[in-house]
Structures are given as structure tokens and as C-alpha cells.
């Protein structure tokens, strides 16, 4: 009865008696600076307004900081305060937490943590108001209504439309839908999570200690000058300072700032700018008189450029004090390099960073689905003028458009990744810092720019977007199917076996393949009277039989031999089909000549993540990447759903030319007979020059290790640590460090946290 009274008379009480709010209450907090001295500081509210407080109950709080904050709220039941019933109040403005809550009952106390760490901040406001449970609904409904519908005056209409979005799923489906639209039409809430930002911090206190990065001249034999390219138009003085600033403040002291401002219409622009070409010698504006866009503004800036390599600064972003001398490092150290790029992260409105962007180095299928290079990139300038310039038209993805350009034509050791944070991004609305929907045009320049990057390919390639904004698949079509030979051991296992079999055959689009089961000492008779069912009714299936111990390498070597197919599929026996284009995808990529193995996106039977390309040095010889990641998870950066290139995948489902299987020697028989042997398999063609490839387009089920079973017997346990000592012995050096992840992110998990004393 008490929740009922209070979600259907209290919202009414508020209008009559607005003092029942807090904001009362916390005046005194109001227009101070409070310092917390330790990770747990707290206010306990006491009000007349608590004792009738419970159902829905909307808290917002106004709070101003420098720092990043987490402000938390806890309530007692009776059994005092709990981190496992603390509710983080989610950033849904600048300064603006909130969380809407459902209380079971009426609390015998309510603590309110502004922050969890060492920080300065000031309380503006502190509002905790009741509502019944209608109104929780029409407030989260009208929220995205008003969101998705800016300005769309026909409210009939969109009241329509936006119901029928979510009444199929009933009231429960109906109110989770709702909540996940709620929390995606605010990025804060996406962009940024107490725990990945507290790592953060602690990351960047472990790891950015720049004091010995004192630019010497005497220890360099080559100190050229390097030109920072800054198109302006309009910008924020106060952001504009700070991304100049960054650039006076570099410990390496041989650059000029090359600006063309794109004719701002707001004179702080035009005189924060003639303040500093005042000041300094080395900084050059020009004054463009008609507006054009980013890349004529930025081809001004470049036409004024003496350097002899060129940076890209955005108006509003930042370098950090090392930048220019990390890149002069790289430029005395590699004499060949002509392309580097950096890691990165965001900066807020307020200097907070967050989300570091670790990078692979150079990952060509990566750098085709998603411009994951970005920021900071440098080139060498008479690279640049062999190439041209920005080009007119693809606005929005200009410099991706250029760095294709660049990259098309060096080879990888002329591209080179310095795995440092040298740039921050300022995320701020309207970026695409902040969400890559803030500039949707970008995706179709990016296709556009592709289209041209592929124009002179003698083979046919359909370019279109990807599984997320601004990300891109390319599709190498095929001219003709050549016969695969699907390689599938197995012993005994009836249902898991037939689970496999028949997806392929009924699932498979691609008509020209075989299917080799090879039989290593089955006995079960269902199984075996299936062997004889299937070879009867497919004329494209045939059972080997290996009558020998159990030797994974060997039974697949054994199996390429006697395939009659140019391209060759190892499958387990424990896998299950679910795309329909699954083996046309990794066709056309194994047909590829720069492209060794090919591998797919597996789940587990709870549709998490089971495999997503294999990472070197994970728990000591290899892990795979994503694991255990939802299966609807964009993973890191968005790595789950984009093509890329990997140092290794699994030898669950592997497409792989022929001539390269032998080329290689195929599996290792003797030295890794169970594990590992995809891992080596692949850093054999690796290490042959051939790039390995994982697409996301490729979904199977993996019900691993069923028909194996677990290593756990003393002869099993002994045999893996042999082969792991093999490994770790042969492959050191790609174990050490593997070029395609990053030494910044862990080596203990396959989550692709940040690598914090390990």
C-alpha cells in the first residue's frame, strides 16, 4: 500500500510543496569547493522527504570537476550500505548524473558519493523526485522520441511509429528495449565507465612519466623541420589555444604551424589567430577569403609547409608534450620510414581524458574496413607530393581517403606504429570523437575513397559499408568457385559429427566443394552406418580411414594429401554452420595472393565469443581474442566486426590455399600433435610473408572440445607442456610481441584491458 500511495500521490505532493526536493537540504554544499581526501568520500542526506521516498525515484545531480567523477548512490534497507547495491548515476551532459530507480521499499538512510577518487568538485544541485511508474515509462518514451525526432513536428506520426517499434516485444521486452534506447541516445553513458577510467588513470600514472624525453640535439644526426597542418574554421578560442599551445609546449623544438583559416565568420577565431602569428615566427596563417571546406582549408595550410615531414592537427584537439620527439626518434632510427602513426585517446571539454585507442601496427585489411589509423599521423612530404593532396569531394573521410593514397603504394616497412598515446581527440558534441553518428556523411566518403583505392584492381571488388558506421567491407568477387576440400577428423560421435555435416550441406552456398571425413578408429556403430549413409546419398563426401593413434597434425596432413580441392578447409567435427555465404567469404580471401589462412568468428553454445583471431603471448603462448564477449559485442574499437589481420586463427574452421599448405609443410606431426599446431601452422606462413585473416562475415558455433575432451591426465598435462615449451622456443620473437596487437594491453586476459604491471 505504501508504494502504491507513493507512486500516485507523491509526484503530486512535489508540485504542492517543492521543498520536499533536496536541493534544500544540501544548500549549504551549494557554491563550495569540496577537496576528497581519500577514494571514499560521502554525504549522508537526511530529510523529512526520505521517509516517504520509494517505487520510481529519478535522481539527478549537477556537479562541476576538472576530474573525471563517478558520483554513486547507495541506500540502506536495514542492513546498512552495500557496493553490491550501489547505483552509479549515469553522465548524460557535461555536468549532469542521473539515474531513474526502483526503491522495494522505503530507505532507512541514502548516501550520495560525489566521486570514488582523489578530486576537486563543487555540488550544484542535488534532486531526488518520486514518480509512479506510468510516468517512468512516458519519461524514458518521450525522451527518445523528442531525441530521434528533433525536427519532426507530426507528433501523432512518430507516437505511432515509435510504439510499433516495441509493442511486439510485450510490457517486460517493451521496457528493455526501451532502457537500451534510452542509454544510446546518451554517448556519455557509453563513452566512459568508472572502472575502465579509474585503469586508465592508473595507466597513464604508470606509464607517462615524459621527464627523460628532453629533446638533445647531439643525440640525433638528423633534425629536419616538421610542419603541423591546422585548418581552422570558427573554432572555440578556448580550444584553439589549446591545440597551438600543445604544439609550442613540444620538447622538440624544429616544427612550424602551417594554419588556413577556411574564412571564420567569429572574429575571436581570426584574432586568437593574429595573436600568434604576433608571437611567433614559426607559426604562418592564411586568411582564406570564401569558405571552401577541410580539404581545400587544409591544402592551404599545406601549400605554406617547409618541412620536411607533415603532421595533421584538428583545430581542437591535442599532441602531447612528446609527440614530435617520439617521431623524430622513429625517423633516426628507421631510415626507410615514410608513413607513422600513433596511439591515441580523448580529451573532454574539461582536459579529462579517456578511451585510449591502442592500435595494431600496420594491418592492411584492418586499415580497408575502418581508418583505425587516424590520429597522429605523419608523412614524408615528398611522399605526400607524389600522392597529391586532399581531394575535393570526399569531405568527411578526407584523410582516409589520403592515407590510402600514401599507403598504397609503400611497403610495410616504410609504415611504422610508435605504441604511445601522442594525440588526444577532444570529444566534444558534434565530433566524431564523441559518436561516429554525429557525421554520418562519413561513412559514404569513406566507401567513395575505396572505390578509388580499388579503381586500377584487375579483379572485381564490391566496396559497401560495414556492420557499424564508418567501418567498410570489401568483397573480392569471385570469377569462378574452385573445388574445396573440407577436411573434418572425427572418431565416433554420432550427434556432434551429423550437427556438423549437416549444416554444411544444408547451409552451404557455395556449390563446389567436398567433404573428406577422415575416420581415426571409430567403433560406435551409429556412426559408422552414418559414414555409409552419407557416402551413398553425396556423391561429394568421402570417408578416409586413419588407423592410428590420435594425432591432429598428422590426420589433416594425411587428409591434404589424398583432397583432390585447390583450396583446403579444416573443420572440426564439433563446429556448426550458421551463415550461408560462410565458405564464399573465406574463399575469396584465401584466393588472395598476399593472404595465408583464413579464419572465422566461432561461438559458444551461450553465444559468447569462443574465437575472433588468435593473439600471441596471452597466457604464454597464444589466446583468442574477445573471448567470452557477447556475440552482438563490437568488441575493441570495434574489432569483432570488422575484417582484419591476425598473427594466427584457429584451426577450427581454417580456409587455406592448397599450394600454401604444402608450401609450409602443413601441420607439425612431431612436435605438436594436439595443440598449438594452427598457431604454428599460421606463423609458418607468416613468417613466409602471407598475412592471416579473420573476417567477422564467417559464423559458426563451436561445441569445443567435446569429442577431445579436456587435458586432464597426467600423460596429457605432460604432453601440452612440451608442446607449449616447443612453441615458446621456436616462435619467441612473435610470442614477445605480437605486431598486430599491442604491448599497452594485456598478456594475462583475451579482453584487451590495459596492460597495468604485468
Given at each position: ?226 610542419s603541423i597542418i591546422m585548418p581552422t574554421y570558427n573554432t572555440p ?286 567403433t560406435c556403430s551409429k556412426t559408422l552406418k552414418y559414414f555409409d ?60 595472393p598476399c593472404i595465408g589462412a583464413v579464419g572465422a568468428k566461432l ?156
Amino acid at each position: 500500500m505504501s508504494h502504491i500511495l507513493t507512486s500516485i500521490f507523491f509526484p503530486l505532493l512535489q508540485k504542492i510543496i517543492p521543498s520536499l526536493t533536496i536541493n534544500k537540504d544540501l544548500k549549504k554544499l551549494k557554491d563550495l569547493n569540496w577537496q576528497s581526501t581519500g577514494d571514499d568520500s560521502q554525504f549522508i542526506l537526511k530529510s523529512p522527504f526520505l521517509k516517504v521516498l520509494s517505487g520510481w525515484v529519478s535522481v539527478r545531480v549537477k556537479i562541476d570537476s576538472k576530474d573525471y567523477i563517478t558520483p554513486k548512490i547507495y541506500f540502506d534497507f536495514g542492513e546498512g550500505y552495500s557496493e553490491l547495491r550501489a547505483i552509479t548515476l549515469n553522465q548524460i551532459d557535461e555536468s549532469t548524473y542521473q539515474a531513474d530507480i526502483m526503491l522495494p521499499q522505503i530507505p532507512n538512510n541514502i548516501r550520495f558519493d560525489p566521486t570514488d577518487n582523489l578530486s576537486t568538485f563543487k555540488i550544484l544541485s542535488f534532486t531526488i523526485k518520486a514518480h509512479s511508474e506510468t510516468l517512468h515509462f512516458f519519461h524514458q518514451f518521450i525522451s527518445i522520441i523528442k531525441h530521434d525526432n528533433k525536427n519532426d513536428i507530426d507528433t501523432l506520426r512518430i507516437i505511432k511509429k515509435s510504439y510499433a517499434r516495441y509493442k511486439k516485444n510485450g510490457l517486460n521486452g517493451m521496457m528493455e528495449k526501451l532502457d537500451k534506447e534510452y542509454i544510446r541516445i546518451h554517448p556519455f553513458r557509453q563513452q566512459k565507465s568508472s572502472s575502465e577510467h579509474t585503469s586508465y588513470l592508473n595507466w597513464i600514472k604508470e606509464n607517462e612519466d615524459n621527464s627523460n624525453d628532453l629533446f638533445n640535439k647531439d643525440l640525433f644526426n638528423y633534425t629536419p623541420l616538421i610542419s603541423i597542418i591546422m585548418p581552422t574554421y570558427n573554432t572555440p578560442m578556448q580550444y584553439l589555444k589549446k591545440a597551438i599551445d600543445s604544439v609550442i609546449d613540444q620538447s622538440y623544438p624544429y616544427w612550424e604551424i602551417c594554419i588556413a583559416d577556411d574564412a571564420s565568420s567569429n572574429m575571436e577565431t581570426i584574432n586568437t589567430l593574429k595573436e600568434y602569428i604576433n608571437e611567433y615566427d614559426n607559426i604562418n596563417v592564411h586568411f582564406r577569403e570564401v569558405n571552401g571546406n577541410i580539404s581545400l582549408a587544409s591544402n592551404s595550410a599545406l601549400d605554406l609547409a617547409k618541412g620536411e615531414y607533415i603532421a595533421f592537427l584538428d583545430h581542437d584537439d591535442m599532441l602531447a608534450p612528446n609527440a614530435l620527439f617520439e617521431i623524430i626518434k622513429v625517423i633516426n632510427a628507421k631510415k626507410d620510414v615514410k608513413f607513422i602513426y600513433s596511439d591515441e585517446d580523448k580529451i573532454d571539454e574539461k582536459g579529462r581524458r579517456f578511451s585510449p585507442h591502442f592500435k595494431s601496427s600496420w594491418n592492411p585489411d584492418m586499415f580497408l574496413s575502418q581508418n583505425y589509423i587516424s590520429h597522429l599521423s605523419v608523412v614524408k612530404k615528398c611522399t605526400l607530393d607524389k600522392v597529391g593532396y586532399f581531394r575535393v569531394g570526399y569531405e568527411g573521410s578526407q584523410d582516409y581517403d589520403l592515407f590510402l593514397r600514401i599507403t598504397k603504394n609503400l611497403n610495410s616497412n616504410e609504415i611504422f606504429h610508435i605504441e604511445k598515446i601522442l594525440y588526444h581527440w577532444r570529444a566534444i558534441e558534434g565530433s566524431t570523437a564523441l559518436s561516429s553518428k554525429e557525421k554520418s556523411y562519413t561513412t559514404d566518403a569513406g566507401i567513395k575513397a575505396l572505390k578509388n583505392y580499388f579503381s586500377d584492381n584487375k579483379k572485381s571488388v564490391k566496396i559497401e559499408k560495414g556492420l557499424l558506421d564508418n567501418t567498410y567491407k570489401v568483397s573480392y568477387l569471385l570469377s569462378h568457385e574452385p573445388l574445396v576440400s573440407l577436411i573434418i577428423p572425427t572418431r565416433d560421435e554420432h550427434d556432434i559429427l551429423s550437427l556438423c555435416i549437416q549444416s554444411i550441406l544444408e547451409k552451404t552456398m557455395y556449390k563446389n566443394y567436398e567433404i573428406l571425413i577422415v575416420d581415426n578408429q571409430t567403433t560406435c556403430s551409429k556412426t559408422l552406418k552414418y559414414f555409409d549413409e552419407l557416402t551413398h546419398a553425396y556423391k561429394n563426401i568421402k570417408i578416409l580411414k586413419y588407423n592410428k593413434e590420435f594425432n591432429y597434425s598428422a590426420i589433416n596432413n594425411y587428409a591434404v594429401e589424398e583432397a583432390n580441392g585447390e583450396i583446403i578447409g579444416l573443420i572440426n567435427n564439433d563446429v556448426e554452420v550458421i551463415s550461408n555465404n560462410w565458405l564464399t567469404e573465406m574463399v575469396q580471401h584465401a584466393l588472395r595472393p598476399c593472404i595465408g589462412a583464413v579464419g572465422a568468428k566461432l561461438y559458444y553454445d551461450n553465444n559468447t565469443i569462443q574465437h575472433a583471431g588468435v593473439i600471441l603471448g596471452i597466457g604464454g603462448v597464444a589466446g583468442h581474442s574477445h573471448k567470452y564477449f557477447i556475440r552482438d559485442s563490437n568488441g575493441y574499437f570495434s574489432r569483432l566486426k570488422i575484417v582484419q589481420n591476425y598473427s594466427a586463427v584457429t584451426g577450427a574452421c581454417l580456409v587455406v590455399e592448397k599450394k600454401l599448405y604444402e608450401e609450409v609443410n602443413g601441420l607439425d606431426e612431431n612436435n605438436l600433435k594436439v595443440a598449438f599446431n594452427d598457431v604454428d601452422f599460421c606463423l609458418k606462413l607468416l613468417d613466409k610473408g602471407y598475412k592471416n585473416l579473420w573476417t567477422p562475415y564467417v559464423e559458426l558455433y563451436h561445441h569445443e572440445s567435446i569429442s577431445r575432451g579436456a587435458e586432464d591426465n597426467p600423460k596429457k598435462i605432460k604432453r601440452f607442456n612440451k608442446e607449449v615449451t616447443y612453441m615458446k622456443n621456436r616462435w619467441l620473437k612473435y610470442i614477445k610481441a605480437d605486431n598486430l596487437y599491442n604491448h599497452n594491453l594485456t598478456n594475462k586476459h583475451e579482453n584487451f584491458g590495459l596492460n597495468l604491471n604485468e
